[in-house]
């Protein structure tokens, strides 16, 4: 099929039929889009598995990464889409399936940060064992000293063993007797400086073989964050390639279709009364949103946490960081350990969580707006809070006393330009 018909039925499809679904809870689909039924007949189904966003992490010490084996099968269907190019799509079908790419891509790279996580903390603990086998080697060779000094006393008779036979030979019992307390303290030191030695070699083996392990364990976690890295790269590679099969007439229109979606979302959100109160924030609140607002305009780089680019957990977990307070580094970790609120308590400086499996994360600033670093090819911007399927929110400072007074601070100019859709991959981490 030419181009331009192409472009006329992605047009006719567009401007007939399409009528834009609620997103004001998290449902498996990946973003807003219009409704199934206005083309049904056209649409693959790219619905993303619901999952439970609080599962356990257990795959810390596992040397095989769940994430290498999972199987979407959104992604086998849109391969096919693919490999037959001149199979009309409708502009519905096509906006599924790139939310559905960018969706994988944030959950891979939000996988690839947990695992870059842990590796820090083993990184920090192998430095911390490292530190201690060096004092404790120190003081096996101090107990080491002790121990030869104490041999060449009693080589040369000035052990306390000849001092005791002196004693017993001395003809003033009194003395001996008082004496007696010398061979006590000799007697006592020798058996300490024992101790020492035998102490302080029992210690660095211990830490030799904690060394060990920890070096293992960071080698095995630099592998799987590579692992994932590739994954990562690879998903962002298949926007790209699917990017690249459309004109720049169906990428306008894309983006017009999504904002729709975005738009009704937000007017239903605001029409069930869930953001008709208005709160404060706490200090630490106020303080996380002036830092989420001084980064807008950077860009969205995966696995970022600043200065100069964040991917979403970087910038929350960043802003949060400044205004002293630490929180989990993923939007899943933050989702799983941070107490839960309403979406209708909501206050500035809370983080609103989105896609039933927690893979976005953005900072509410009040008034029904959020801060966002959204998706590679995208900038840190302001967006309507139902901008994705929402899952819920959680507060970093739940037990902080709200401000008698707040202002928010000035938004920049532009803060709420652009389209939420990126069109390319960013440069990736330089992981070995």
Sequence with gaps: MSGRLLRAVCTTVLTTALTVSPATVASAEPGPVPSEEADAAETTDAAATDADATETDAADEADEDPADTDTDAAEVDAETALAAPEAPRSVVALLRELQTRYQAAEEASETYNATAEKLKQRTAQLKKVNADLAKARAALEISRGDAGRLAREQYQGR?????????????????????????GRLAANRAATVDRLTDSARRADQLAAASRKALDQQKKLAARQKKQRDAVNGKLREVEGLLATLSEEQITQLAGLEQQGVDKAQRELVASGALSSTRPPTRQGGDAVAYAVRQIGKPYVWGAEGPDSFDCSGLTSEAWSAAGRTIPRTSQEQWKRLPRVPVSA????DLVVYFPKATHV??????GLV???PRPGAKVKVSPLASNPLLGAVRPDPGGAPLSTYTRPEL??????????????D????TP
């Design 346 to 349: 909501l206050r500035p400086g």
């Design 371 to 373: 801060v966002q670093a």
């Design 427 to 430: 440069a990736a981490p330089n």
């Design 362 to 367: 953005a900072l509410y600033i009040g008034d």
């Design 159 to 183: 052990t306390e063993f000849s001092a005791y036979l002196r004693l017993l030979l001395a003809h003033d019992p009194q003395r001996a007797l008082d004496q007696s307390h010398v061979v």
């Design 412 to 425: 920049p100019e532009g803060a709420r330009d652009g389209s939420d859709t990126g069109y390319g991959t």
